[in-house]
T-cell receptor, first 114, second 114 residues
Framework: AQTVTQSQPEMSVQEAETVTLSCTYD???????LFWYKQPPSRQMILVIR??????QNATENRFSVNFQKAAKSFSLKISDSQLGDAAMYFC???????????FGKGTLLTVNP | DSGVTQTPKHLITATGQRVTLRCSPR?????VYWYQQSLDQGLQFLIQ???????AKGNILERFSAQQFPDLHSELNLSSLELGDSALYFC?????????????FGQGTRLTVV
């Protein structure tokens, strides 16, 4: 069974600084996808970034980038130039290529200090 | 706005009762997924429907059932409710029968069982 572990229940960062959220996963599959979702106080689950396992290049979306280490089964999210609106719960999620469900980590609560 | 609509936003009911949660997927999306988010279990996949047919089942209790109608909206029925069923229930939709592109989440239904 696939598992996703987020070892940091809470993180904080100063506005305009950079923060990295950690995620590790366990799988025997080779074809899979990894995601970071953001859940602000509004409760809406918002896709931040996705990574295909077969791609060596790390995904980037504006201020958000990932460090995907396939051999180490690590998928960290870096947020640059943090903004107050980045404050939210962040979930790492795994999708096996032939499966239908996202497996989520427990989440990391990010606080952005002004 | 993800385009996925869930109603009601909040629901308070007593133990032993039955409730129905409704989800309208994004226009054109054929797949609907139900997730339960609770403090102790995190985000758990319940069930998926694709174009009216059940496609995958997760950790869904026998007291729970779901269906997808010809107009593609879906309903999640929860019966014989227990205090432990209190949670945020999310619906997500995607175009195909996989989540490898992007799943769009609704804002959830907050169920409180008293």
């Amino acid at each position: 069974a696939q598992t996703v572990t987020q070892s940091q229940p809470e993180m904080s960062v100063q506005e305009a600084e950079t923060v990295t959220l950690s995620c590790t996963y366990d799988t025997s599959e080779s074809d899979y996808y990894l995601f970071w979702y953001k859940q602000p106080p509004s409760r809406q689950m918002i896709l931040v970034i996705r990574q295909e396992a077969y791609k060596q290049q790390n995904a980037t979306e504006n201020r958000f980038s990932v460090n995907f280490q396939k051999a180490a089964k690590s998928f960290s999210l870096k947020i640059s130039d943090s903004q107050l609106g980045d404050a939210a719960m962040y979930f790492c999620a795994f999708l096996w290529g032939s499966n239908y469900k996202l497996t989520f980590g427990k989440g990391t609560l990010l606080t952005v200090n002004p | 706005d993800s385009g996925v609509t869930q109603t009601p936003k909040h629901l308070i009911t007593a133990t032993g009762q039955r409730v129905t949660l409704r989800c309208s997927p994004r226009s054109g999306d054929l797949s609907v997924y139900w997730y339960q988010q609770s403090l102790d279990q995190g985000l758990q996949f319940l069930i998926q429907y694709y174009n009216g047919e059940e496609r995958a089942k997760g950790n869904i209790l026998e007291r729970f059932s779901a269906q997808q109608f010809p107009d593609l909206h879906s309903e999640l029925n929860l019966s014989s409710l227990e205090l432990g069923d209190s949670a945020l229930y999310f619906c997500a939709s995607s175009g195909g029968d996989r989540l490898n592109t992007e799943a769009f989440f609704g804002q959830g239904t907050r169920l409180t069982v008293v």
